[in-house]
């Protein structure tokens, strides 16, 4: 008989650049959730730090949010429970840039600016052990992040396996956030042995585009309800799916949403998989049974190859 597994997938706005008190809000929640037998947690994206790019410190919080990694890698091993704690904006290398109007013979020190390079992370930490099992640099950047953050391009997707408590292993793909609107991304996660993917998300629902809003003010409910439903049904995976904003869910193929939260409401919800039902999804649907068939007429758009 295939396992089941509860994710607690925590929803909540971080306050602003408040590292201190976003975490301990995100640490009484895990444990709350371990408490009540989950098994993996999720916490949103920009938990820690919240996205106020303009803001004069927002860079050297994000170089402070680094050290929470450790903290959260001693909650799993306390609590036997799988953490992937949102996303972790990190600073890597400073990059020296010359000044305009300047050639690289003539500039000195005090004239090359410092250009911070940010990345935006998720980390898989596992229960126990406290290990990273995998990280993920979000790749497909809504266009407010870009020149804030680098994307992640120089690297495949790539699914991991992760023991169940008990007996068992499911394999695991992480994406964030508008990385759900690209299908290819999923794809070759799922080429790769996919089962899960897990989706730590900053998806605003109402401060949209007001020419959205006139035509639709649930635009982006209706987005999220219908593609992550999608999206699990296409590749007969399970999707958790974890935003700041609402709409958080577990989806799954023939079952569709296994719950979800409110907008704008701080909460936790726990969904309990049945991996069984990706195996019953998979022998309906063949959808990786075509995907490993050699003459598949779409092969060439994935890279990978079931495991």
Same mark, same amino acid.
């Given at each position: 008989m295939a ?8 929803q909540f706005?971080?306050k602003?650049l ?8 995100a ?17 949103p994206?920009y938990?820690?730090?919240?996205? !106020?790019?303009?803001h ?5 919080s994000?170089? %402070?949010?680094?050290a929470? &990694?450790?903290?959260?890698q *001693?909650l799993a ?7 992937v704690?949102?996303t ?6 400073p990059?020296?840039?010359t000044?305009?109007g300047m050639?690289?013979?003539?500039e ?7 250009v ?5 992370m ?8 406290g290990d990273?099992l995998?990280?993920?640099q ?8 870009r020149g804030i ?8 997707h ?6 169940l408590s008990?007996?068992g292993?499911?394999r !695991? ?8 609107a690209?299908? %290819?991304?999923?794809r070759? &996660?799922?080429a790769d042995g *996919?089962?899960l ?5 900053y998806?605003?629902?109402t401060?949209i585009?007001p020419?959205?809003l ?8 209706a987005?999220?309800?219908s593609v ?10 399970a ?5 700041a ?10 079952l569709?949403t ?10 936790m ?10 195996r ?7 959808v990786r049974?075509d995907l ?6 779409y092969?060439?758009?994935?890279t990978?190859t079931?495991k």
């Amino acid at each position: 008989m295939a396992p089941t597994f509860k994710i607690a997938l925590i929803q909540f706005q971080a306050k602003s650049l408040s590292l201190e008190e976003n975490f301990a809000k995100a640490a009484a929640e895990i444990r709350l959730a371990a408490s009540q037998g989950s098994q993996l947690t999720v916490l949103p994206e920009y938990h820690l730090t919240s996205w !106020v790019p303009e803001h004069p410190d927002f860079i050297a919080s994000c170089a %402070e949010s680094v050290a929470y &990694l450790p903290r959260y890698q *001693a909650l799993a091993r306390e609590l036997n429970i799988h953490i992937v704690p949102g996303t972790i904006v990190e600073p890597v290398e400073p990059i020296m840039s010359t000044a305009p109007g300047m050639s690289h013979n003539d500039e000195t020190e005090a004239s090359r600016p410092l250009v911070t390079e940010l990345r935006n992370m998720a980390y898989f930490i596992a229960a126990s052990t406290g290990d990273i099992l995998s990280t993920y640099q979000k790749k497909n950047l809504w266009y407010l992040e870009r020149g804030i953050l680098t994307a992640g391009r120089n690297s495949p997707h790539k699914a991991f396996d992760v023991p169940l408590s008990g007996s068992g292993m499911i394999r !695991v793909g992480m994406l964030i956030c508008w990385d759900l609107a690209f299908p %290819e991304a999923f794809r070759e &996660l799922v080429a790769d042995g *996919a089962q899960l993917i897990v989706i730590p998300a900053y998806w605003c629902l109402t401060k949209i585009n007001p020419k959205i809003l006139a035509l639709n003010l649930k635009s982006e409910v209706a987005f999220l309800d219908s593609v992550t439903v999608a999206r699990a049904y296409e590749n007969t995976c399970a999707v958790a799916f974890c935003n700041a904003f609402g709409e958080s869910q577990v989806a799954m193929p023939i079952l569709g949403t296994l719950g979800k939260l409110g907008i704008e409401k701080d909460d936790m919800i726990i969904s309990e998989v049945d991996i069984d039902v990706l195996r019953v999804a998979e022998e309906h649907y063949k959808v990786r049974t075509d995907l490993q068939d050699e003459g598949w007429h779409y092969s060439r758009c994935v890279t990978q190859t079931l495991k």
